[in-house]
């Protein structure tokens, strides 16, 4: 089973809409878990760090499920600028197996249109 | 600015040809790691470092070297490229290996071997 497993979309939708990325991890071990955003052919960059009581900025909402192991994006009112292919990112701390590294999900795409 | 990073951008060598990819940071980190980024197979992590002196290999270290003999630089060293070598490489560092710290990346550096 794969560490960090992403539907990869394409995620196409129109401009206003809401829209939703799901992810799922094998670690139960696991201890941080990250939204990176990356852009064509660019660095990944920070989105925002998921916590356990779940968490919002702006218009996205991250969701932590320990028991099912499983990490949700919610993105609302979505923009143009919002395109990019987004990553589900663990550590699994130093007992995971990971050695305290980043494990990274292979990323969904977005697409969104006017 | 707190940034990280690696030069060059764009590299076409040939195979056999020893070659250096040289990462920075400014912000004291710790830790720092490569990634190489392919289609359909995500960032998969070649080496990292959690300190001067003291690296280790990642999930994909053959054909690659590394050296850290200052904490701001983490060379990536390509002995003798071959083809299959051609990727997008991502240089990250983050103040701590594990807990809610996330990487900031370099802008990448695209090479080709032909």
């Known amino acids: 089973r794969k560490e960090v497993e992403q539907d990869p979309g394409p995620f196409n939708v129109p401009e206003g809409a809401t829209v939703a990325f799901n992810c799922t991890y094998s670690?139960?071990?696991?201890?941080?878990f990250f939204w990176y955003r990356q852009d064509c052919r660019k660095e990944p960059k920070l989105l925002m760090s998921?916590?356990?009581s779940g968490n919002e900025d702006g218009r996205f909402t991250a969701q932590l499920n320990r028991a099912s192991q499983y990490i949700s994006l919610l993105i609302r009112d979505s923009k143009l600028s919002d395109s990019a292919t987004y990553l589900c990112v663990v550590n699994m701390g130093y007992y995971g197996g990971s050695q305290g590294n980043l494990i990274f999900g292979k990323g969904t795409k977005l697409s969104v249109k006017p | 600015e707190a940034q990280v990073t690696q030069n060059p951008r764009y590299l076409i060598t040939v195979t056999g040809k020893k070659l250096t990819v040289t990462c920075s940071q400014n912000?004291?980190?710790?830790?720092m790691s490569w990634y190489r980024q392919d289609p359909g197979l995500g960032l998969r992590q070649i080496y990292y470092s959690m300190n001067v002196e003291v690296t280790d290999k990642g999930d994909v270290p053959e054909g690659y070297k590394v050296s850290r003999k200052e904490k701001r630089n983490f060379p990536l060293i390509l002995e003798s490229p071959s083809p299959n070598q051609t990727s997008l490489y991502f240089c990250a560092s983050s103040a701590q290996r594990w807990g809610p710290y996330g990487y900031t990346f370099g802008s990448g550096t695209r090479l080709t071997v032909v």
């Open positions: 998921v916590y356990s």
């Open positions: 912000m004291n980190h710790e830790y």
């Open positions: 670690n139960s071990a696991s201890q941080s």
